[in-house]
Structure formats: C-alpha cells, structure tokens
C-alpha cells in the first residue's frame, strides 16, 4: 500500500467504535507491507517485545489498536530498529564522523545546553551525560525530531517522505508533539519531554558511589554489570538506562525492577 493510501486509511477509522476498529485492524494487517516490517532485533527477532510498542514507530501502539500518523509526524524507515541502532549495511562506517552519538544512530546533542544536577554531597561529580544517555535524552530532551536518525536504511524513499520530524515537547507549534498532546487535545506529553535542564531528575553518568563500599549509604553491586534485580551499571555509571529498559515496554515507565523497591537497590535509605 502507498504511503499516502495507507495514512488516509488510518485518518479515516481512528474514530470508529473499538470493536468495528479491531476488525478492520486485523483486516488491514493483512495487506502486503503492513506488518512485514516487523522484524524485530537480531536476537528476540519478532518476538522481541519492544515491537508495537512506545519505542517502536514502524507499528507505535499496535497493540493498543492506535496509530501515530507514520509518515507525517515522523518518517516511518519500515524497521523498528534504526531508530536507535545503526542499519547492518552502515556497521563499518564510522558514525561519529556523520555526528553520531558513538555506537548508535542519532545525532549528538548540544552537551553544553544540559544543566546537570549538582551537589556538595556528590561523591562523583558528572560533567557531560555519557553517550549511552544521549541517546536517551537526543529524542526525550525535546531538541530533535523523534526520527531524525544519522542512517536511514538504504531502501528507505526520501522522495516520498511528507514527515514533520516532531519533536517530544511541549510547545504549541507544528513541529512539536505538544501542539496535540497537551492534555486537551490528546494526552499530556510532558512527562515524556525531560527538557535540557536535568536539575531536577535523578542525577546519571556519574560513577556509582557503591563500588568498594566507597559510601555507606550504597549497597555494593552484585556483580561489576549490577544488581540481580535488573538494575545496572555502565562501566561503573550510573545511567537512564540503568533504572530503565526500553526492551522491556511490559513494566511500568520501563522500570528495570518494581518501583516500590527500585530506589531500595541502590540506597541503604
């Protein structure tokens, strides 16, 4: 189906009754290029269960039966995974010299703009967030376009491509999600747009101040990767993707472990 043909048909049946939109979901799941592109990573393939989810903007809220405009909020690459990852075609290329966050296919932040949480109880100070929170914060600080990827795939058709590049963010223009998403309109989004001030989030990138009983108040690590619960560290950091994991959308804000107990795997008190 033509990308255009394909975005019409969703315009027209999002306000449908929920049992008579299921039926044309299954329906139109059928057609040739609709789910095709579910393929998953290398390793869960399509029973990686970040696919229909948040993270996934080839089929974002599949299993909620919604859709999110693909091809005119954001470019729809046909692969969940470029969105984050580098297509296997651009493995070799050195993706810093394109701008690239290391190891991962989205452009690098302005680092200077971030204003990090700071205090004089700190056992490790962080300067500038590591690249494995930038990529975290290049699409949730609001900066950039969810899509704006260094490589799109190869067989991706910039020729038909109408998309607005939108922003997580909460102002009322047309390249914002915020011009929808504000609550009134559709959900409020602004728990999902972290902005570049990070003063009053948990601080990341810092060195865990656990290693070696270093600080009474935090409980040494189970092994050097982390704690048995899930929890992790990256090379001694603490990152955003040690409280959260976005391979895994079945727990609560993609929380590692129960929330009620997260804070406790780390902290005496």
């Known amino acids: 189906m033509a990308r255009g043909g394909k975005r019409n048909v969703e315009r027209m ?6 049992a008579v939109f299921a039926v044309l979901l299954a329906a139109l799941a ?18 990686d269960p970040i696919l229909g989810s948040k993270h996934d903007f080839t089929g974002l809220n599949r299993r909620a039966g ?12 046909g692969n969940p995974c470029v969105y984050c990852h580098l297509p296997p075609e651009k493995a070799e290329v050195d993706e810093t010299k394109e701008g690239a966050i290391p190891d991962w296919n989205r452009f690098y932040p302005a680092t200077d703009a971030y204003r990090l949480y700071d205090s004089t109880y700190m056992d490790s100070k962080t300067r500038t967030p590591s690249p494995i929170s930038l990529l975290c914060l290049s699409c949730h600080d609001g900066t950039m376009g969810v899509d704006m990827v260094v490589f799109p795939p190869t067989d991706f058709d910039s020729a038909q491509d109408e998309a607005l590049h939108m922003r997580i ?13 504000n609550g009134r309109v559709a959900h409020d989004i602004s728990i999902k747009h972290i902005g570049t001030d990070l003063r009053n989030d948990h601080p990341i990138s810092m060195r865990y101040a656990g ?29 955003c993707a040690s409280c959260h994991n976005v391979h895994n959308p079945e727990k609560d804000l993609l929380l590692r472990a129960d929330s009620d107990l997260l804070c406790q795997t ?4």
């Open 13 to 18: 049946y999002r306000h449908l009754p929920t």
């Open 30 to 47: 059928a057609l040739p290029g609709w789910s095709d592109t579910l393929i998953g990573d290398p390793v869960a393939g399509a029973n």
């Open 66 to 77: 919604v859709f999110a405009m693909p091809g005119v909020a954001f470019s729809d690459y």
């Open 169 to 181: 963010h909460g102002a009322d223009d047309v390249v914002s999600c915020g011009k929808c998403h």
């Open 211 to 239: 290693l070696l009983r270093a600080d009474e108040d935090f409980r040494l690590p189970d092994t050097p990767e982390g704690f048995n619960n899930g929890v992790r560290l990256y090379e001694g950091r603490v990152e």
């Open 266 to 269: 780390c902290h005496t008190k």
